[in-house]
């Protein structure tokens, strides 16, 4: 137990919601007290605390003064908000409480002072709205349980029910003292009160339903004092905020009438529009009614009874008696019937002018006319909703409430305060009008809302009742175009003068499947051949040979034609192939074997047709080809004679021997066999075999076509060694068309030169590849090159002699000159060298090859600047040493003889080209080198007998010959110090002294001159390859050729002949 004590009188306690904290105030302090705490804090305030509240969340405790302040406090005692009234101390705050709701954004309290004002205030302190003024000293305050109402009373003697906002309602209860306290009870409607002569009062409060409707507009009270407008069909609200209690409603058309407690409003629509929501005020009568219903119409605001009430004329007539009392009555769309409920749960409805009973149903507490079909009502009782069309038999469904309208298919259903729209198909009443042939009334049915299957029916029967008319609209509701074309047929004949209902109803039989019965009326109108015509369709054969009998030999040939159709489509192609093939209609036999692939029987057929009859044949064949029987298809088209197709048989099956046996007997399929071969071969990634090809094939185009996508990818692929045997490969191929296209000669002589110039460089380009990418620090694995430094060297600088002008794709100057510069230091030769490092500064130099260079340029500084004697390149013509570094190329820098290089090692050979006299061919020239030379032998001449007298002897030669013994040496002096070339120019003297084991000869085919080269060395064996003419010394020819068992340039066959 925790005793808690204060030194003034305790005024009032409050419990937080959410903790056990309890908070209690008196005259002078209020203390925060808690179970877990022993100490209990207290705070002094300056004036006596009436009462206090604590917000939904419990982190803030209001205060209500004496003084007429309220204080807003947090956990801690500590003061947030201070709110001061604006009568001070003459209007002491006596009671506040919290709304309850949930779904307020901010905390609201509601403050009652003796000012006789209520106020309503956030949290913050920020006052909502303006003081409501009471007219009497409030003494409590109490909000429903979800905060939608207020309860408060005070000095008048009575409890009052106000709203959320603070809109006075109405009394609760009249006592006869006092009201100090109210309370709700949690979540439902009764209030109970506490009066100062000691009264407790309990009360329940029943909230009726205010509302009106008039077709799918239905309006209803909502908090008391709002009207809601709610379209029922496209479920649009629109809330009406009238700030007072709401009495009574009504609507009607585009007016709105809502009755407050001293005046009417009349609302009005904005506009036409039967979807339009927005209302305004009309009129307003400021007169207080006392009514039980009320209804507006367009002009005037009425009360009525069973009475029929003109609003231009005061005086009532009496429509109709009725000895029982009236629950509710409705009229008819034309005002023809009246429907009514009495007491007894009975509906009556009555014909308004003969006052007529015409039917009346039990157990009905409500009921509505249909306001789209003047013949159709409904009731709801006893949990069923009942629709009734004409004096048809009642259809029941389940439904819970009270029917207040129906509107087409949509029947509004009160449930205690909700008002819904509720769906209802009307397909009941519109078969109870098909089954009586009233297709007009139906359709009208229909039309307020039936499904699809319901239209369907309608749409059928109307047509076979012939009445096409509403048939057809209801075939479009359903989109069935077959049969709206069957209905437009119809009406077109019935234009053209035929009216035969017979002839009609056939054909709608014969579209609804009723097939036997069409046929009759078929036959009935003499129209035989249509019954034949829709059997046969239909596959219906036995029917239509019973149709037909055995009297019509044409008729009974087109069933068996067709009837061999239905075969071929009712999944029996073999029956039909037989079928066809007995009625000679080779073609269509032909096709459904072939499609099913039974061999055996088309190549049955094809051996029995004849060699003339090519189009089945033809047909045959052609699926022999397709089903992979190329055996077949060959003896089919040899049967045929038909040459080129057997061709194009072996090409598309890739036959090639057996298509390159046809074209060795027949030529002129030539291009339809090697072309499509080198295509294959190209598809196979086996393009040199394809160049090959399309070569043979006289396709020059595609040849060098295929070489030049080849050449690309082998320098992008850095597979130049590749890239020089495709660019000789392609100059060859440049010759071959220069020779056969006299046009083109010019530019495919060009071509040629390009073409081997950039084979020798790519050639030469692959041994400085390999070797600097294996100088890369990346392969230490790989530190040796198969090329000897000499032969490094050499080839380095006959590149660099050749890349004075454009250096070709993927060639790399940077590699080259590394390779010189490399080798060189290796040889010796320290100027160059130092040249070739001070030519790599000038250029973007890899970062694998930065460091080496930096060091080997630094290293050769301190190496003699001069060159090793013994790599200086000499002329062979004019004997002159030249340096290793030509700026003038590969021609000797005192002669310009060009110098000819070994194509392995890349050594400057001794041979000097030399050139025909005029009028010499290269037959003759041939013929003469190839004769005896007639001398003597020079090794046995270097002895020399002498005889004088008696006496012989013998000199010893030594060794300087004089130049008139070889023609041709004479032919090598020339002027010193020209600037241009002077060719060796020789005459048929000149060749006859040659030797021909000293000449070579590059037999070039034409359109190019044979070039002629003589040796000055003879003891030097040279070798040259017949096919790429290349020049090398014997043994490296020799040594290479064993291991690549071809040319290493042109790579030709060692076994190839010349």
Request: with cysteine.
């Given at each position: ?431 109870q009008y098909l089954e009586r042939r009233m297709f007009k009334e139906a359709y009208q049915i229909a039309c307020l809302g039936v499904t699809d299957s319901d239209w369907r029916d309608l749409a059928t029967e109307a047509l076979e009742g012939l009445d096409f008319d509403t048939s057809k609209k209801a ?584």
């Amino acid at each position: 137990m925790l005793l808690l004590r204060h030194n003034d009188s305790i005024q009032c306690v409050a419990y937080n919601p959410v903790s056990h904290q309890l908070a209690s105030c008196s005259s002078g302090d209020f203390g925060l007290w808690s179970p877990e705490q022993k100490s209990v804090s207290k705070h002094k305030v300056n004036s006596k605390i009436t009462c206090c509240g604590w917000t939904n969340d419990g982190q803030y405790l209001a205060l209500g003064m004496m003084n007429g302040v309220v204080s807003i406090r947090n956990k801690n005692g500590e003061e947030k908000v201070k709110i001061e009234r604006p009568g001070g101390s003459s209007s002491p705050i006596w009671s506040i409480a919290w709304n309850p709701s949930k779904d307020e954004h901010n905390d609201i309290l509601a403050v009652a002072d003796w000012g006789q004002k209520l106020s309503f205030y956030q949290l913050s302190g920020k006052q909502i709205g303006k003081d409501r003024t009471l007219t009497y000293d409030p003494c409590c305050v109490s909000y429903f349980s979800k905060g939608e109402y207020i309860v408060m009373g005070g000095s008048d003697k009575q409890a009052s029910l106000y709203t959320k906002d603070g809109v006075r309602l109405g009394t609760i209860g009249e006592q006869s003292s006092w009201v100090w306290t109210c309370r709700v009870k949690p979540d439902s409607n009764y209030v109970v009160l506490g009066c100062q002569d000691g009264t407790i009062a309990f009360f329940q409060l029943i909230f009726s339903t205010v509302h009106g409707l008039y077709k799918d507009r239905y309006a209803y009270r909502d908090s008391m004092t709002d009207v809601i407008v709610q379209h029922l069909i496209t479920e649009q609200k629109v809330r009406i905020k009238c700030r007072e209690l709401v009495k009574k409603i009504a609507i009607y058309r585009n007016r709105l009438a809502i009755q407050l407690p001293e005046k009417i409003l009349i609302y009005e629509l904005y506009s036409d529009d039967s979807s339009d929501m927005h209302y305004r005020i009309k009129e307003k009568i400021c007169r207080k009614f006392e009514c039980n219903l009320l209804v507006v119409c367009s002009q005037h605001i009425i009360l009525c009874q069973i009475l029929k009430i003109f609003v231009d004329n005061p005086f009532a007539i009496t429509l109709l008696k009725q000895s029982t009392s009236v629950r509710c009555l409705d009229m008819s769309t034309s005002r023809s019937k009246l429907a009514v409920v009495d007491e007894h749960n009975t509906c009556l409805v009555y014909d308004i002018h003969t006052k007529e009973l015409l039917f009346q149903e039990p157990n009905a507490n409500s009921v509505a006319w249909n306001t789209q079909c003047e013949d159709m009502l409904c009731f709801s009782g006893s949990g069923y909703l009942n629709i009734k069309a004409s004096n048809f038999p009642v259809h029941q469904q389940k439904l819970q409430g009270f029917v207040v309208g129906y509107n087409g298919s949509k029947i509004f259903c009160l449930h205690v305060y909700s008002m819904s729209a509720v769906e209802v198909p009307q397909s009941a009443p519109m078969y109870q009008y098909l089954e009586r042939r009233m297709f007009k009334e139906a359709y009208q049915i229909a039309c307020l809302g039936v499904t699809d299957s319901d239209w369907r029916d309608l749409a059928t029967e109307a047509l076979e009742g012939l009445d096409f008319d509403t048939s057809k609209k209801a075939f479009i509701r359903v989109r069935d175009l077959r049969y709206l074309e069957l209905i437009n047929s119809i009406e077109e004949r019935k234009k053209r003068g035929e009216s035969d209902t017979e002839l009609f109803l056939a054909d709608v039989y014969a579209y609804q499947g009723k097939f036997h019965e069409a046929a009759r009326l078929y036959k009935r109108t003499g129209l035989d051949s249509r019954a034949l015509s829709m059997y046969t369709d239909l596959r219906m054969f036995e029917y239509a040979k019973e149709f037909v009998g055995a009297a019509d030999p044409k008729n009974t040939r087109m069933l068996m034609s067709k009837q061999a159709d239905w075969a071929k489509n009712s999944k029996e192609p073999r029956a039909a192939a037989q079928m066809y093939l007995t009625a000679g209609e080779h073609l269509k036999a032909i096709d459904i074997i072939g499609e099913h692939g039974w061999v055996d029987m088309l190549i049955d057929i094809a051996r029995k047709l004849d060699k003339a009859e090519r189009e089945p044949l033809a047909k045959c064949a052609g699926y022999f080809q397709k089903l992979k029987h190329h055996g077949y298809a060959s003896e089919t088209y040899s049967k045929m004679g038909d040459l080129q197709a057997l061709v194009h048989l072996h090409v598309e099956a890739r036959h090639w021997d057996e298509a390159f046996a046809l074209v060795e007997k027949h030529a002129q399929f030539k291009d339809d066999v090697y072309v499509p071969y080198a295509q294959w071969l190209a598809e196979n990634d086996r393009f040199e075999e394809a160049q090959k090809a399309f070569h043979k094939a006289g396709r020059q185009s595609e040849a060098v076509k295929v070489l030049e996508q080849l050449t690309h990818n082998a320098v992008v692929e850095s597979r130049f060694n590749d890239a020089a045997y495709y660019y000789w490969m392609l100059s060859m191929q440049c010759l071959d068309i220069a020779r056969e296209n006299e046009e083109r000669k010019e530019e495919m002589l060009k071509k040629f030169k390009r073409f081997q110039h950039l084979a020798e460089l790519y050639h030469v380009y692959h041994s400085i590849q390999r070797y600097t990418v294996r100088c890369s620090p990346q392969l230490k694995d790989e530190p040796f090159s198969s090329h000897m430094p000499e032969t490094l060297f050499n080839i380095s600088r006959y590149l660099l002699h050749n890349l004075t002008k454009d250096v070709p794709l993927g060639i790399s100057k940077v590699n080259t000159l590394y390779a010189l510069a490399k080798q060189s230091r290796t040889l010796g030769a320290f100027k160059l060298a130092r040249h070739a490092y001070e030519k790599l500064q000038e250029l973007h130099v890899p970062s694998r090859f930065q460091e080496s260079m930096d060091l080997g340029s630094l290293t050769v500084r301190s190496k003699p600047y001069h060159d090793n004697e013994d790599l200086i390149p000499m002329c062979y013509r004019c004997s002159t040493n030249n340096p290793l570094l030509n700026s003038q190329g590969s021609v000797c820098i005192n002669c310009k003889q060009p110098f000819i290089y070994s194509a392995s090692s890349y050594e400057v050979l001794p041979l000097v080209q030399f050139y025909l006299d005029k009028g010499i061919g290269d037959e003759e020239a041939v013929s003469l080198i190839d004769l005896e030379v007639p001398c003597i032998d020079r090794k046995a001449a270097r002895w020399q007998e002498m005889s004088s007298g008696e006496s012989q002897s013998l000199k010893l030669d030594d060794g300087t010959e004089d130049t008139e013994e070889d023609p041709f040496m004479a032919k090598l002096s020339f002027e010193q110090g020209g600037s241009d070339f002077v060719p060796v120019v020789v005459s048929r003297s000149v060749l006859r002294s040659m030797s021909r084991r000293d000449v070579l000869i590059k037999r070039w085919p034409k359109p190019l001159q044979w070039e002629y080269y003589r040796s000055l060395l003879p003891d030097v064996s040279i070798t040259m390859c017949p096919s790429c003419f290349q020049m090398f010394h014997s043994e490296d020819y020799e040594l290479l050729v064993l291991q690549h068992n071809c040319c290493p340039y042109c790579r030709r066959p060692i076994d190839e002949p010349n």
